[in-house]
């Protein structure tokens, strides 16, 4: 009878817990939601375009999608006279340099990091190289293995141009997937974009993608540019995003037109892919704003409680059944809102994935939210924090 009062009470108390983690989970997910609508579509206006673009790339070992990049970049239809194209080679013990040097009479500069002692963070020794050199007045970043339509210059800039903007996220998605596990990517992959636009459209900006990230040159010298998070080698992208949004709350902007966005493509297996998921949580241990760190938590207290769960659900049938709740909670709203992002992206049959994301989802949100936040990673063939 004891046992038994025992085992209601902690019933009653995880149902409790579970329940609030789920009701916080489910505002979340609808506050995603009405920040994804707040973003209106872009349609440019036709105007005479006026600001000198300066792109950077930082590359490193990338033979094989260096020259595919550059040709897009060559081949967009903004003012040639208005572009600067910098490739920052990072190291390379390939023949990266010496495909940009071909590109040498089509306004394609080469710039070669050479550092004698070892950094921590190279990508972003190299992107402030390229800026300290920059005739540019807005600074485009993109990925040394991307791909983007002709008209994607052209989007950013009169985004920036009609908006008060100090900063503009666009967006990126995976593309020519050649497995279930990179269509499984490719979804959770929207669900991150669309994550941090969303927060950009509710005026409180958590994430960002570096590998289509615009912003003021004037603005990233004014916010003291990566100092202060410099010693990490992540966070480029996302940490410079919170510095000017610490300034400029309200001059963040996220771009939504197709023609805007970027693709790349997803990891070829679940060594690599872990390793850039280990890479992009080490950025949170670098947050300064508590309500993005709360976020992050809840989200995760979230996950670790399905999952806790689910365990403790094979020797108490009744937690199966709050398991069993949550998930289905989960799935819903999120399916509601990756339904709008991913008809955005043109993508919605991967919607289909979703009952294998949603499980999988939660062991991998546990798992990286610890391992993110300790030890080291391999990037670029480096092993750093």
């Known amino acids: 009878m004891f046992l038994n009062s025992i085992f209601l009470e902690l019933l009653n108390l995880t149902s409790l817990l579970s329940a609030a983690l789920t009701l916080i989970y489910g505002f979340l997910v609808i506050s995603f939601i009405k920040g994804w609508h707040n973003l209106k579509y872009f349609k440019p206006k036709v105007t005479e375009a006026k600001t000198k673009v300066s792109v950077i790339v930082a590359a490193r070992d990338e033979e094989q999608n260096i020259g595919k990049t ?20 990072d190291h390379s013990t390939d023949r990266t340099a010496d495909i940009v040097l071909s590109y040498a009479n089509q306004n394609v500069r080469l710039i070669k990091l050479n550092e004698a002692d070892a950094l921590n963070s190279y990508k972003k020794k190299a992107i402030q190289t390229a800026i300290g050199t920059s005739s540019g007045n807005l600074i485009i970043t993109t990925d040394a293995d991307c791909r983007m339509a002709e008209n994607w210059l052209n989007t950013i800039v009169s985004f920036y141009e009609e908006g008060d903007y100090k900063m503009i996220s666009s967006p990126v998605a995976y593309f020519q997937e050649k497995s279930f596990f990179e269509r499984l990517q490719s979804l959770e992959f929207l669900y991150l974009i669309g994550l941090g636009a969303s927060t950009i459209g509710n005026r409180q900006p958590s994430t960002c993608n570096g590998a289509n990230l615009a912003y003021e040159k004037a603005t990233f010298y004014e916010v003291g540019g990566f100092q202060g998070i410099d010693d990490l080698a992540s966070g480029d992208d996302e940490l410079l995003l919170h510095k000017i949004a610490a300034k400029y709350p309200n001059q963040i902007g996220f771009l939504k037109n197709r023609a805007a966005i970027v693709y790349t493509h997803a990891k070829e297996n679940l060594k690599a892919f872990i390793q850039q998921r280990k890479r992009w949580a080490s950025k949170s241990t670098r947050y300064k704003n508590k309500g993005i760190i709360v976020l992050g938590v809840l989200i995760w207290l979230f996950n670790l409680s399905m999952l806790v769960n689910f365990i403790v659900g094979f020797f108490i049938p009744g937690f199966i059944s709050i398991t069993f709740y949550q998930l289905l909670v989960k799935m819903c709203l999120e399916t509601l809102f990756l339904w709008d992002v991913t008809g955005f992206a043109k993508r919605r049959s991967l919607l289909l994935l979703m009952p294998v994301l949603n499980v999988l989802h939660i062991i991998y949100m546990v798992y990286i939210g610890i391992a993110g936040n300790s030890g080291k990673y391999n990037w670029k063939g480096r092993m750093v924090r």
């Not at 239809?77 to 194209?85: M, R, V």
Request: glycine share 4%; charged share 25%; net charge negative.
């Open 70 to 89: 550059i040709d897009d970049l060559v081949g967009q239809l903004y003012p040639k006279h208005l572009t600067e194209i910098i490739i920052i080679d």
